[in-house]
C-alpha cells in the first residue's frame, strides 16, 4: 500500500514587530485574534462537527491492486487515473439511482477511465466486480489525511457513519487513517458500520447510531460528507445533517447541494 506522508496543518503566525519598534515577542492584533476566532474573513464558523463517509472520502479502493489487476486488459496503473475513475464511476452510479449492492454501472464506467480495451469492457467489469472486495477499501486519500491532522488539530469533533461489511473501523485505523480514541490516525468519536449496527444508508437511521456522541450540537450544525447522491447526501440531509458532496472533477455541476473538491476545502469552515 502506498505510505502517504502526513503533512502539518499550517499556522497563523504573525511576523510583524509591534508597531512602537519594540520587542522582537509575537505580536496579535485584534483583526488577528477575530481571525483565529472566526476564521480568515470573519465569519463565526459555519458547523461545530462533521461526519465522514469513509469509502471515497477517506478511502479509495487500493490502486496498487486495481492497477495490476486491470492491466492484462489494457488498463493502465497510473493512481490518478485510478482516482479519477472512481469519482466518474460514483456519478454513474448515482445517476441510475444504483442501490449500495448494485455495482454493475460503477465498474463498467471504472474499468473504461483507466483504460481498458473496449472490446474487453465486459469482462474485466466482470472481473472487477469479482475482486473489489469489503478490504480493498483501504487506500488513503493524501489531501484527507492532511486535512484530519489540521482538524485534529483544531479540535473539531469528528466522526464516521459508513456502509461497510463488519471491517471499517479496522481498516481505518490499520491504513493509519483514523480510529476512535488515540492511535497513529486522526481520533474520531465514533466510528459506524452499517454491517454491525444494522441499517444502512439511503436509511437515515443509521445517524442515530452516531448522533449520541454529538448531543451538545444541533444536527444543522452537523456536516456530513459523502461521495455519492443517493446514499449521503439523500440520506444525512434527512437525518436533518448539512449533506456536502466530495466531487473533485467538477462530475455534479449545475447540483442543487453543497460540493467540495476534497476534505481540505472544508477545514476552514470551523
Known sequence: MLDVEREPAARLVDHRRPADGGSDELAIDDANLLALTYGPMGNATRFDAVLFDAGGVLVLPDPTVLGPLLAPFGGSMDL???RRAHYAAMAEKSR????EGDWSDYNAVYVALVGVDPDLIGHAAEVLDHTRSAHLWRWPIPETL???TALSLSGVPMGVVSNAS??????LRRSGVCQTGIGLGAEMRVVVD???VGVAKPD?????????NFAEFERSRIAYVGDS????????GAAGLHPVLIDPYGDHDGAG???ITSVEDIVDWF
Do not use: C, N, T, Y
Open 229 to 236: 447522491v443517493i446514499m449521503d447526501i439523500a440520506a444525512s
Open 257 to 259: 447541494f453543497e460540493r
Open 194 to 196: 452499517s454491517h454491525v
Open 80 to 82: 490518478e487515473r485510478h
Open 166 to 171: 463488519g471491517q471499517v473501523e479496522a481498516e
Open 96 to 99: 441510475a439511482e444504483s442501490l
Open 146 to 148: 492532511r486535512a484530519l
Open 204 to 212: 437515515p437511521k443509521i445517524f442515530d447510531h452516531a448522533l449520541p
